[in-house]
């Protein structure tokens, strides 16, 4: 792995940056605990994180009409890792802003590695996961099977959407098979056009009630699908152009949307991009999760499944129970891992 090697003088001016940052929220945090204990902020009330800036937050709440309401907030000093989604516990000044005082228990967190290769938490309490991808760019074999396994890794539903069904041939061709099995799997699959005018009616129907992050390779049809689900979403990236002139970094962010008929949209290019993230061999052993009936079956504990005699999971394919496709793409993906130098 090579490190870019910066100069004593760029290290120092770095540290002194660093240095400043912490000073100032420090002395933020300092000041809202004195008022805190000055009483001039309001009682605690529950709301959700729906963007966030370094150490601000901008937190929702439903006020007393019952009209939702965005606040910038702070957090304090010991609630580091906050993340769009989240659940909190915020006391509201008396102007619009306020600070967080808790963090809600997370039913599960999308995680992403940020620039020195750690996992860093990117959004909270999602029920799912959709995985587009269309008929162009057709998905290379094993393309479905590496999103699948990551979300799986999460512990959050994946649905796949196959988008631009207004190219597929008439009864559907390979795509359309293929989706078939995933769906003897137990995923859930949506078929959605952008392009016809009722072919998002699935999509709505899944979306509904529901927190959902779109995934999926360039040029699927992620922006034209969460452009139509968002009717106003072009007015909120202007909002957010006028926000990034006063310098929060927001076009990073994940940012939370509502859709019309009820459910959350959480959407960031880093959340796009995931599944391409790294995974280990065992993650992606159960991440197959037809696999799960025959692991620990092996006649070899430290059954590779690769030519061992007494392998459950050979036998499986031999069989017929497990569809050699997806076994040929488990067998890729490990390679894949191994030659990423694990
Ligand atoms: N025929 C057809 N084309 C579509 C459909 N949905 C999107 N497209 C087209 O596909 C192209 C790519 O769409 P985008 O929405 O930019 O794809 P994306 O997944 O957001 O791509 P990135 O921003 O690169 O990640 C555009 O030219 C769209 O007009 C569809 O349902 N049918
Ligand atoms: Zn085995």
């Given at each position: 792995m090579s490190k870019r090697k910066l100069t004593r003088q760029q290290r120092w001016r770095i540290e002194k940056i660093q240095a400043e940052r912490a000073k100032r929220a420090e002395r933020v945090d300092a000041r809202d605990g004195e008022r805190l204990e000055a009483g001039e902020f309001g009682p605690e009330r529950p709301g959700r994180v729906t963007a966030h800036f370094g150490r601000s937050l901008d937190v929702e709440a439903v006020d007393d009409s019952g009209q939702r309401h965005r606040h910038r907030c702070h957090m304090r000093?010991?609630?580091?890792?906050l993340v769009t989604g989240d659940r909190v516990v915020w006391r509201q000044a008396n102007d619009d802003s306020g600070v967080v005082v808790a963090r809600g228990e997370r039913d599960s967190v999308l995680e992403r590695p940020d620039a020195r290769g750690q996992l860093k938490p990117?959004?909270?309490?999602?029920?799912q996961i959709l995985i587009v991808f269309a008929a162009e760019p057709e998905p290379h074999a094993n393309l479905i099977d590496r999103y699948l396994v990551a979300a799986e890794a999460t512990g959050i539903t994946p649905v796949l959407v196959l988008n631009?069904?207004?190219?597929?041939p008439e009864h559907g061709g390979e795509l359309r098979d293929l989706l078939d099995r995933y769906e003897a799997l137990g995923y859930p699959v949506v078929l959605a056009s952008v392009?016809?005018?009722?072919?998002?009616d699935a999509l709505h129907q899944r979306l509904t009630g529901r927190t959902s992050v779109f995934v999926g390779?360039?040029?699927?049809g992620k922006s034209s699908l969460i452009d139509r689900l968002l009717p106003d979403h072009a007015l909120r990236i202007g909002a957010l152009s006028e926000d990034s002139r006063k310098g929060t970094h927001t076009t990073t962010t994940a940012m939370l949307y509502h859709l019309p008929a009820g459910g959350e949209l959480i959407d960031s290019p880093g959340i796009r991009e995931f599944g391409l993230t790294h995974l280990d061999a065992e993650q992606v052993t159960v991440g197959f999760i037809e696999f799960h009936d025959y692991?620990?079956?092996?006649?070899?504990?430290?059954?590779?499944?690769?030519?061992?005699?007494?392998c459950a999971l050979l036998a499986a394919v031999e069989r017929g129970d497990i569809h050699p496709q997806r076994f040929a793409s488990y067998r890729r993906i490990l390679a894949s891992l191994e030659s990423d130098g694990e």
């Open positions: 000093a010991n609630m580091d890792g990117v959004a909270a309490n999602l029920d631009k069904v207004d190219l597929l392009k016809q005018q009722d072919g998002l390779q360039s040029g699927v692991l620990g079956r092996c006649r070899f504990r430290d059954c590779r499944h690769r030519e061992e005699p007494g």
